[in-house]
């Protein structure tokens, strides 16, 4: 038997789907699709014998997007799964805790989980200098790898009939009780979104990008503050810096994985 799995991912600026690649060329004992939540709409877990769920950190959890998205899954029965984050400058957190509550939570078994530091994708924290470019190091993609080794000889043994185990990830009682600070913190960094008119070609990438629905592209973009969850897709992907904000303008883009990423990681 050979075991089917998908490996459903939020990835705003590329670090997270990258590393996903990754888990998908070095595990053996199970073929894995990636499936996009932003882009690929409802998946059909029924055909898969494992999901893994890989997010970036949102102000210290899970983004709010993989968090609905998980939340709208129909319960499972047991079916294995695992979690994967990736974070930058800024401390993960509880991410892969609360990762492991969510997808437990909708009867899944928890088998694994990994917690990879990568380049900083937040503009605010790439303007003050802590772009974090040279992540993950190299002890970082070792401890990556023994993740991934692990993960493959669990997912062999319930090939060979051994029932699934639940892992509580060596995540402590302080990490557990993290949570994320309000989000209006968010909002204040990022200010008010603005458009450079000069700028804007109304390409609509901008709208394409947002998880949330929050802009609208007739001319220039119009945006809903009611939405805008301050995530910063629409700043770093605009092709040509059209996007800024009262806080921030002409600096911290990070619209995909930095060289360093790619070397280490594979395109």
């Known amino acids: 038997m050979y ?78 799964a695992f979690v994967f984050n990736t974070f930058g400058s800024n401390a993960s957190g509880g991410t892969l805790w609360h990762m492991r509550q969510l997808v437990g939570g909708k009867g899944f078994t928890v088998i694994a989980g990994h917690t990879l530091p990568c380049p900083e994708s937040f503009p605010p924290l790439i303007a003050e200098g802590k772009g974090f470019e040279e992540h993950p190091l190299p002890d970082e993609v070792a401890a990556f790898d023994r993740f991934i080794e692990d993960l493959d000889q669990k997912l062999a043994r319930i090939t060979e009939g051994c029932e699934p185990e639940e892992d509580d990830l060596g995540i402590g009682v302080l990490t557990r009780l993290m949570s994320a600070p309000p989000r209006f913190f968010a909002r204040r960094m990022m ?45 770093n992907h605009c092709p040509t810096k059209a996007i800024f904000t009262s806080k921030l303008k002409d600096a911290g883009h990070y619209p995909r994985p930095n060289d360093h990423m790619k070397h280490v990681l594979g395109e």
Request: charged share 25%; hydrophobic share 30%; aromatic share 12%.
């Open 3 to 80: 075991m089917k799995g998908v490996i459903c991912y939020y990835s705003s600026a590329g670090n997270t789907r990258l590393a996903c690649k990754y888990i998908e060329r070095k595990v053996s004992s199970c073929s894995f699709d990636l499936f996009n939540i932003h882009k690929d709409g409802a998946p059909g877990l029924d055909a898969y014998d494992v999901v893994g769920f890989a997010t970036f950190t949102d102000f210290m959890t899970p983004a709010l997007r993989m968090r609905q998205f998980i939340l709208d899954l129909k319960t499972q029965d047991g079916k294995p």
């Open 191 to 235: 200010g008010q979104n603005k458009v450079d008119a000069e700028r804007c070609t109304s390409c609509g990438t901008c709208e394409r990008s947002c998880p949330y629905g929050a802009i609208t592209v007739e001319g220039v973009p119009s945006f809903d503050e009611g939405k805008c969850q301050s995530c910063w897709a629409c700043y």
